[in-house]
Each structure stands twice: as C-alpha cells, then as structure tokens.
C-alpha cells in the first residue's frame, strides 16, 4: 500500500464492513508502519481515498489517536457532518458564545512534500458515521471538538474530493506542484483560503443557521 498520486473523486459509500475489511486492515497497518515519503511520518488519520483509486468513504486513525479516546474504533466509515453551529457557548449559562471556528497548521500525506497550512475549521461539529460491528455496521453519532474535529473534516473532505491545498484538479503533473507555493498553470494553483471550513459549510446536511447547538437533537 502507498499514498498514490492526489485524485478528486468522490468515496462511495460502505454498506457493509464486509466490503472494506480487507482494504482496512491494510490501511491500519499502513498507517503504523508506512512507509512514507516526504516530511510526515506519523500520520493521525488516512482516507482510503489516498491509497486507492476506487476509493470507499471510510478513514482509518492510528493508534495515538485511539489511545487518546477521540474515535472509538480504528475504522470510521461513511463519515457526516449533521451540524456544525455558528457559535458555541463558552459559559455555562449559555448566555457567553463564540464564534465556533479555530485554526489548525495542517499537513496533509498526500502532499508529503509540501509545508503545513493554516486551514480554519469548525471546533464543534455533530457527526454521524459507523463503526465496524462484526461484518456489519454500528451507527454513531456524536459531537466532535478539537484535535478529532480537525481530522475528521480533513478527512471528510478527502471523500468530497477536496484537499487543503487545491479546489479542482489541475493539468500540471504531480511532482511539478512538490514542495512549490506555484506552478506555470498560473491562478488555478492558488491555495485557497479557509477551504476545509467553507467547505464543511456546504456540506451540512442540516441547517448551520442555529446558535442553540444543545438543544437540537
Ligand atoms: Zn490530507
């Protein structure tokens, strides 16, 4: 298995784990003993998008992620974003809010050559997405905040196509964009700015538009 060239399809969504099992299994090995090129070699999370050119939506996490508790599985599969608010409270009388966005340097493995990248996301989002359970699937849904946000919107936005760094594919060749802010294609290659977090906007499936996060179900 290998990180392969960066393509822009969609992940077709798992019906089953007996679907995946295989492809997986080699995944969570992948993520623990690579190997990598370029500069990440301990990589949070992996997209099966990465390492395949027929790619399913599921995404494995290594196991400091695990021990850390932010998944409950290696394997997450069919990923979600149900919410994300706008604000979230920050006192306990929910009469203090902010605004619910923060900033990560993010690395991506499928730019191993690249530099990190400042992408905003949201910090508190409600996800739905499945776990392993026998063959079959168990469904969770949860809200996620931090370091496992993060990773889970990198990650979903692996599945729509999307990375950190380009919005559409473009004709220069893979190794020509290595390590380089900018290529002859001109304007297409520009980095675009807040992508992960504009990006999450426009695939909540249910509305963004409420502040009373807790209330909803
Ligand atoms: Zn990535």
């Known amino acids: 298995m290998e990180i392969i060239k960066c393509h822009y399809k969609i992940s077709k969504p798992v019906n089953s784990y007996r679907e995946i099992k295989k492809e997986a299994e080699e995944l969570i090995r992948f993520i623990h003993t690579g190997p990598f090129n370029g500069n ?16 399913m939506a599921f995404f494995v996490v290594s196991k400091d992620v695990l021990a850390e508790k932010m998944f409950e599985h290696f394997v997450i599969i069919n990923p979600k974003i149900i919410e994300a608010p706008a604000e979230k409270d920050i006192g306990a009388d929910s009469t203090m809010n902010t605004i619910n966005e923060i900033e990560y340097q993010e690395p991506c493995m499928s730019f191993p050559f690249r530099t990190t990248k400042m992408v905003k996301r949201y910090d508190l989002i409600k996800v739905r997405y499945q776990i392993p359970k026998w063959y079959g699937l168990k ?10 946000s993060e990773i889970f919107q990198h990650e979903y936005d692996h599945m729509q196509g999307r990375n950190i760094y380009f919005e559409t594919e473009t004709p220069v060749k893979w190794w020509e964009l290595i390590g380089k802010e900018r290529s002859k294609a001109g304007t297409s290659l520009e980095p675009a700015e807040g992508l992960g977090l504009e990006r999450a906007k426009e695939n909540i499936t249910n509305t963004s538009k409420t502040k009373d996060y807790a209330k909803r179900d």
């Open 40 to 55: 990440w070699n301990k990589p949070f999370a992996i997209a099966h998008c990465q390492v395949s050119e027929t790619p």
């Open 139 to 148: 469904t969770i849904e949860r809200q996620l905040t931090g370091i496992a």
